[in-house]
């Protein structure tokens, strides 16, 4: 009778246990229970997500690179210049709606993973959440587009606010996507802030800082910029494929710079990010020479003068133009 | 710029990123390569009567020769067009000779 109690009592705990752990798969290497997720759980609600990765604490002593940072599409990486909300919507209607073993049927079908054809460059960290906060999302945008169609400005507004606050802050770059290599490098940590230096970090929540070996290579850039198809996931994706170009027609060429020495260092943007809209970057991109001249050509008795111009381009960026 | 397949199969443009998959060509500006373009454009003619007969004659002997460069981020001048680089030349041909 007693040991029935005991395994009773025990397996009350185990299920205890359970239901208080973080709800997300177990992975193979060793030190990802240090992940912020890992440490506190998958965010249920946007709110939760967006608090999980919140940056506004780095504002108080790097407030230039967050001010820089701001004028990048980064920081309303969902929204975009609301053509990239609207695609997260013609995906959901046009693909995954139209796919028939996608399992969605309607928006209220969508889970995390079927938007993480967008999200993994859009909102990494969307990974990091239940479903319920896909749901939260799918609800915002259609919220949002109803609302533009209604004219009702306090809506869109609220709405615009919302998917804002979901972005490519400073902890997706300086934690979350911090390293690439995590067996041989480590899962990134929560409390640490990665970049170029080691030590102490004066922060209450990210009290330390750590060296990410990727942080100044192209590769940080390309974990989003693109090789091609997304070909780990279910149902592959593809928008840009730039940093695919940048190994094949750049580096492969013996192209030397990264990413980072061209749109943030060269450039003197900094954190602002630019590409095809900054008048810098534009400068450098391309050399354009032209010339045109004029003469009588003749086609047999028939006189047909004309202009002749030529054109001659050398695309003096790290990949393709246009790309993205 | 970079032409996505659909759905990595077939000669189907694809269009969304939940479509396209792979590249069917590539018409940007490969990195470093120097690319050419040739324009001929010829002046414009007329048709004049000279002494009873219908003839073709030039009707100007300069064109303003205007060629810009636009990135086109969604490939069209309806969204979002970004103007790169201009350039301008007024192109004059001899009046005499025969």
């Known amino acids: 009778m007693m040991k029935a109690v005991m395994q009773g009592a025990l397996a009350a705990a185990v299920l205890a246990v359970l239901l208080v752990s973080p709800s997300f798969a177990e ?32 504002i108080e002593c790097h407030k230039d690179k967050h001010d820089e940072a701001a004028k990048s599409i980064h920081s309303r990486s969902i929204f975009g210049t609301g053509r990239t909300a609207m695609t997260f919507m013609s995906s959901i209607e046009n693909g995954l709606m139209e796919q028939p073993y996608s399992g969605v049927k309607s928006p209220k079908d969508v889970k995390v993973e079927h938007l993480m054809g967008c999200a993994k460059c859009h909102l990494p960290q969307l990974a990091d959440a239940e479903d319920s906060v896909a749901q939260e999302l799918v609800s915002t945008l259609y919220g949002w587009k109803e609302a533009r169609a209604k004219k009702d400005k306090a809506a869109v507004q609220k709405g615009e606010e919302t998917l804002k606050s979901l972005n490519i802050g400073c902890l997706v770059c300086h934690n979350r996507n911090a390293i690439t290599h995590k067996w041989q490098d480590g899962y990134p940590k929560a409390g640490v802030v990665y970049g170029s230096k080691e030590g102490d970090h004066p922060s209450e929540k990210f009290p330390k800082m750590a060296v990410s070996p990727i942080i100044g290579e192209a590769i940080q850039c390309g974990q989003c910029h693109g090789l091609g198809p997304h070909l780990d996931l279910d149902q592959p994706t593809q928008c840009c494929t730039s940093y695919g170009s940048y190994l094949w027609a750049y580096k492969s060429e013996m192209g030397q710079d990264s990413c980072q020495d061209c749109h943030m260092k060269k450039s003197k943007l900094g954190h602002n990010i630019q590409s095809y809209r900054d008048p810098a970057m534009i400068k450098a991109a391309v050399d354009f020479k032209v010339d045109a001249f004029g003469y009588h050509w003749r086609d047999n008795t028939e006189i047909m003068p004309k202009a002749v111009v030529k054109v001659e381009m050398v695309n003096r960026s790290g990949h393709s133009i246009p790309d993205g | 710029m970079p032409v996505p397949q659909q ?19 590539d018409t940007g500006l490969p990195p470093g390569k120097p690319v050419h373009e040739r324009f001929d454009i010829f002046y414009p003619m007329g048709d004049v009567v000279e002494k009873g007969k219908t003839v073709s004659k030039l009707l100007t002997h300069e064109l303003d020769i205007e060629v810009k460069l636009w990135y086109l981020p969604f490939g069209s001048m309806n969204a979002d067009p970004f103007l790169w680089r201009e350039f301008n030349k007024k192109v004059s041909i001899s009046k005499g000779g025969k």
């Open chain 1, 27 to 58: 992975k193979a290497g060793i030190g990802w229970k240090e992940t912020i997720v890992a440490k506190s759980g998958k965010a249920k609600t946007i709110a939760e997500l967006v608090k999980m990765y919140d940056s506004s604490s780095c």
């Open chain 2, 7 to 25: 759905l990595a199969r077939g000669d189907r443009m694809g269009r969304g990123p939940y479509e396209k998959s792979g590249i069917i060509e």
